[in-house]
């Protein structure tokens, strides 16, 4: 009894060591790794030598690997030679936007260019905390403040980015809004109203300041989400899962490279785009080895324009990845609640402003978890015998969560035995909320664009926009994209009994133009082939995309907003690979004029047929908040598959077992 007793404290012990554990130093090193601590060091004293900080002010806006040429990181992956390893760098010195290549081999500056078109780089976390702390010393905002009768030690400052409405003043400004932290720690739900704040970052100081209307603070009511603050009865009840590999994680991760069942990725990670798949591969039995898939996959940029057009709260057209950045976003995961108990964790190195690395810890799970059917079958035909088949499936996932303001994005890209790679994306967190004197729908009177969730708060409309850059190399680096639609056929020469059927018509796009494509009009399938691999019945081996629900943006296309964010007005677009097309809302996104975006690029309109291409594919959200979004939502999720398609001979896990049963030790009733 005794043992059995320790068998058991010692699984918990396994499983809080599992839950915590960081993946050590680097083993391996792969060309897209992102870079390490000491490299991210390297940049900063190569860069502060150039121009030292006794005589210049430099402030680091990204640091991030220079993607190596795909044809050396190919010829690495197979032969192991050694490509370059470039950091890229945008910085500003002494108000001038550089843009850097340091080559982290020698420690040269290999370029050093200045940026004069239109934008401004991701804002760096630090001049984010400094301006919002500016209003708290900012006399006129202290009268606010006390005029509403609120306590100013209970406010807190929160940064927003600008926008662009046409202007052609070209100024880094941030504006500021304030809430209050009273009594809740949910902030974004009590936001002092009609104040308007701007500062500016260049010189941290504030620019402009308007106090106009004044509506009551959303009462702190109800806001609470602590678990350590909220009062019984708590449910409904749940009941505890085990969570146990008895022959432990079925995949290995080498520095920052995968293998798990039949796949083969890599990890990276970027302060714009957060976590980076690349060189992903999957075994074939048939052919004894492992055929490329996808040569990237990363957000690319998330758009979330806010539908209230008033003045104070029409600027809100927010780029995630570009102004605050995706990766500068990540937070830590909890281990056993963000993911589960056997999972694997990586830390990323943010970098500072000054320059210097930032490690987070556990930026980044790696776990399996029970996939549900892979594959079944039941066949009641066959007399007198009893055929039934299923398996269950195992899958992998590599999630992040990225925290803008608000927002809680969870972001996960899900590996399938099948061939199968579902990337998914589930929202939490808080509403932006709208404070108005307004506390039951009967007093609403003018236009309010939201929905009010609570006593004095309307959730604003708005949407999501995450665009997905997806380098796919099927089978090889060429590749073309395919267009199947489904078309109704009618039969009106009596050849049959039936008055119709429905065919497909494929279309081999030619060209970028011909690619933009607006989903859920017609139906279609999107394939991406290797023209030049085909299968032993003559199909070319492909991988499709299987999008969810369609989303439009109702914008109109010449509305500001819509302009930077451009990249939304298709679901889908293919350009030919173009290792500077890495961004679709622009490299300078803060303040953008849309002049370099998916959308310019295309007009090229290249040729994509049998060419290295990148698919770009839109999941949008159009959110109309509800009641249940208060005070903080839900999970809400979407996603999309891409799915092998006539790129195995067979089904490629006829032949996988359902995993094994795991026999837990009898344990004891405490
Ligand atoms: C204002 O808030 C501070 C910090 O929470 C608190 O110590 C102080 O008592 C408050 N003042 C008033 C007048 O409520
Ligand atoms: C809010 O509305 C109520 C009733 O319409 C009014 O009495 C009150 O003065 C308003 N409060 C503010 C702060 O405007
Ligand atoms: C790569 O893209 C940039 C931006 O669209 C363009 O200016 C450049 O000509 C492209 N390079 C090639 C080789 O197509
Ligand atoms: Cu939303």
């Known amino acids: 009894m005794k043992l059995f007793r320790n068998l058991c404290s010692l699984l918990a012990l396994f499983f809080f060591f599992q839950g915590g554990v960081s993946i050590g130093p680097l083993q391996l090193t792969h060309p897209l790794d992102p870079l ?289 950045g995706f990766g500068q976003s990540m937070v830590s995961l909890e281990p056993l609640h963000d993911c589960p108990p056997h999972a694997q964790f990586l830390d990323v190195y943010l970098v500072g402003r000054d320059g210097s690395p930032q490690q987070l810890e556990n930026a980044i799970c790696v776990f399996e978890q029970y996939g549900g059917i892979s594959w079944r079958h039941t066949e009641t035909a066959i007399a007198d015998e009893e055929i039934r088949e299923v398996r269950s499936d195992v899958t992998l996932i590599v999630r992040s969560v990225v925290t803008v303001g608000n927002y809680d994005n969870v972001m996960d890209w899900e590996f399938k035995p099948s061939g199968s790679i579902k990337p998914a994306i589930s929202l939490s967190g808080m509403l932006e909320v709208k404070a108005v004197n307004i506390t039951h729908n009967d007093e609403i009177k003018d236009e309010q664009h939201g929905v009010l969730v609570a006593e004095h708060s309307i959730g604003v409309y708005h949407d999501h926009y995450y665009i997905y850059h997806l380098d796919f190399d099927i089978d090889g680096v060429d590749n073309s994209f395919v267009k199947t639609n489904l078309k109704t056929v009618e039969v009106s020469d009596h050849s049959s009994k039936r008055k119709s059927y429905w065919t497909t018509s494929s279309e081999i796009v030619k060209t970028e133009s011909d690619a933009k494509t607006k989903l859920g009009f017609s139906p279609s399938e999107l394939v991406v082939v290797n023209p030049n691999k085909k299968t032993s019945t003559g199909n070319e081996v492909g991988y499709r995309l299987i999008p969810n629900a369609a989303v439009h943006p109702l914008l109109t296309d010449d509305d500001y907003p819509q302009t930077r964010g451009a990249f939304s007005n298709y679901n889908v677009w293919v350009t030919p690979y173009n290792k500077t097309e890495k961004w679709a809302g622009g490299l300078y996104v803060d303040q953008s004029r849309g002049d370099d975006t998916l959308a310019v690029w295309t007009k090229q309109n290249r040729g994509i047929v049998n060419k290295d291409i990148v698919v770009w594919y839109v999941v949008g959200i159009h959110h109309v908040p509800c009641q249940e979004d208060f005070p903080l939502m839900p999970l809400l999720s979407t996603g999309f598959e891409l799915r092998p398609t006539n790129f195995f001979e067979r089904n490629p896990v006829l032949k996988t077992l359902s995993p094994g049963i795991v026999k837990w030790p009898a344990c004891e009733k405490p």
Request: proline share 6%; with cysteine.
């Open 36 to 324: 390490t601590k000491q490299e991210i060091t390297l940049v900063q004293t190569t860069l502060l030598n150039k121009y030292p900080t006794k005589t210049n002010r430099v402030h680091f806006h990204y640091v991030g690997l220079d993607d190596p040429d795909k044809v050396t990181v190919l010829k690495w992956l197979s032969t192991g030679a050694e490509t370059t390893r470039n950091a890229f760098v945008i910085a500003i010195i002494n108000s001038q936007i550089h843009e850097l290549t340091i080559n982290l081999r020698s420690s040269e500056v290999v370029s050093d260019k200045i940026h004069r078109g239109n934008g401004f780089p991701t804002l760096t976390l630090e001049e984010q905390s400094e301006a919002v702390k500016l209003p708290l010393n900012h006399g006129p905002f202290v009268e606010s403040v006390k005029k509403r009768g609120l306590n100013l030690s209970e406010v807190v400052c929160s940064g927003f980015t600008v926008g662009w409405y046409g202007q052609s003043e070209n100024k880094r400004v941030l504006r500021i809004e304030c809430f209050m932290k009273e009594e809740t720690p949910n902030i974004y739900v009590r936001p002092i109203n009609g104040i308007i704040i701007v500062a500016d970052l260049e010189q941290m100081k504030i620019v402009e300041y308007h106090d106009k209307l004044v509506e009551p603070v959303p009462k702190a009511e109800n806001t609470e989400y602590r678990a350590s603050h909220l009062k019984p009865p708590f449910g409904p009840k749940l009941h505890s899962f085990g969570s146990h590999q008895p022959q432990g994680p079925g995949f290995t991760i080498k520095g920052h490279s995968v293998s798990w069942a039949n796949w083969k990725f890599h990890i990276g990670y970027d302060v714009r785009a957060g976590v980076i798949i690349s060189t992903a591969s999957i075994y074939d039995p048939e052919v004894h080895k492992s055929r490329s898939v996808l040569y990237r996959g990363y957000i690319s940029e998330l758009y979330v324009p806010y539908q209230d057009p008033t003045e104070e709260w029409y600027y809100k057209t927010f780029f995630d990845a570009g102004e605050f």
